[in-house]
């Protein structure tokens, strides 16, 4: 982790770590997101280089997997939820109910999801527009994925 920080530093370009994990067999299987767009080949292959020019495959032999950690994947850090402030995002509470909406807001107690829709008011002849958000606590989120679209 720390071979994986030093070059995401010396690189400057919002990377961090997502998830990294270690098999007994010294499989590395490292995933990597950005604050500010997506991570490319090239944040991969310098971290993954970083990593093996640092650890001595004499003494230790691993393999290492250096990835971006997907779309179609849960949120697992605080830095994605914060990186896709203003998203899509479908999000599931432990009870298992599914929700859907723009993240609004997100720190590490709780997440905002923003909900609009056009609803004709009492008395009123055309639709109105109504906002309404939700706050889940973070302790009551079972998972929190982008939604995608092709639009």
């Known amino acids: 982790m ?12 919002g990377l961090f ?11 590395i299987h490292l995933e990597l997101d950005k604050s500010d767009g997506n ?5 991969c292959m310098s971290v993954s280089r970083n990593i093996e020019h640092n650890l001595d495959r004499e ?3 691993f393999e290492l997997h250096v990835s971006s950690a997907g779309l179609d994947k849960p949120f697992r850090v605080m830095a994605q939820y914060i ?20 993240l609004y807001a997100a720190n590490t107690e709780e997440i905002t999801i ?19 958000q939700t706050v ?5 989120i079972k998972e929190t994925k982008i939604v995608i679209s092709f639009k």
């Not at 998203?87 to 909406?101: P, S």
């Not at 889940?136 to 009551?140: C, G, H, K, L, N």
């Open 114 to 132: 923003e909900k609009s829709r056009m609803e004709k008011l009492d008395g009123k002849k055309k639709k109105e527009l109504i906002v309404e």
């Open 39 to 43: 991570v490319s080949i090239s944040d």
């Open 136 to 140: 889940f606590p973070m302790t009551q």
């Open 83 to 102: 990186k896709n402030i203003g998203r899509e995002v479908k999000l599931v509470t432990n009870d298992g109910k599914k929700h859907e909406g723009l």
């Open 17 to 27: 770590v997502v998830d990294i994990s270690i098999s007994a067999s010294n499989v």
């Open 59 to 61: 003494s230790e032999d």
């Open 2 to 13: 720390e071979l994986a920080d030093e070059r995401m530093k010396e690189l400057n370009s």
